[in-house]
Nanobody, 126 residues
Framework: QVQLLESGGGSVQAGGSLRLSCAASGGTSSYGNMGWFRQPPGKEREFVAAIRWRGGSLHYADSVKGRFTISRDKDKNTLYLQMNSLKPEDTAVYYC???????????????????WGQGTQVTVSS
């Protein structure tokens, strides 16, 4: 059983930065695919970014490419999301997720992730 705990959300003005962290525990030492998703108010959960835990390949939604950076610290079992040049449309609850199977073709699909954190609120004001 994998447990995920996000931190680092908050309120920031447009153009500002935030760094989210996701501490993973339990399960195996390899978490397959790990990703960040977000759910804006009144909308469906959407893909933000993901990383292959072992190989380190990075994947981004077009809406955040060039502004957000996903990374991981394998020694600390921690996933990060550095968010720069934030926009009001980035306002959402951000979730960390893990898919131990690590299937590349499903890395952007929320339904293929087995484990989720509780979410952390990010609010960007104009």
């Amino acid at each position: 059983q994998v447990q995920l705990l996000e931190s680092g959300g908050g309120s920031v003005q447009a153009g500002g930065s935030l760094r989210l962290s996701c501490a993973a525990s339990g399960g195996t030492s390899s978490y397959g695919n790990m990703g960040w998703f977000r759910q804006p108010p009144g909308k469906e959960r959407e893909f933000v970014a993901a990383i292959r835990w072992r190989g380190g390949s990075l994947h981004y939604a077009d809406s955040v490419k060039g502004r957000f950076t996903i990374s991981r610290d394998k020694d600390k079992n921690t996933l990060y999301l550095q968010m720069n040049s934030l926009k009001p449309e980035d306002t959402a609850v951000y979730y960390c997720a893990a898919d131990p199977r690590g299937i590349l073709s499903s890395i952007r699909t929320p339904g293929d992730y087995d484990y989720w954190g509780q979410g952390t609120q990010v609010t960007v004001s104009s």
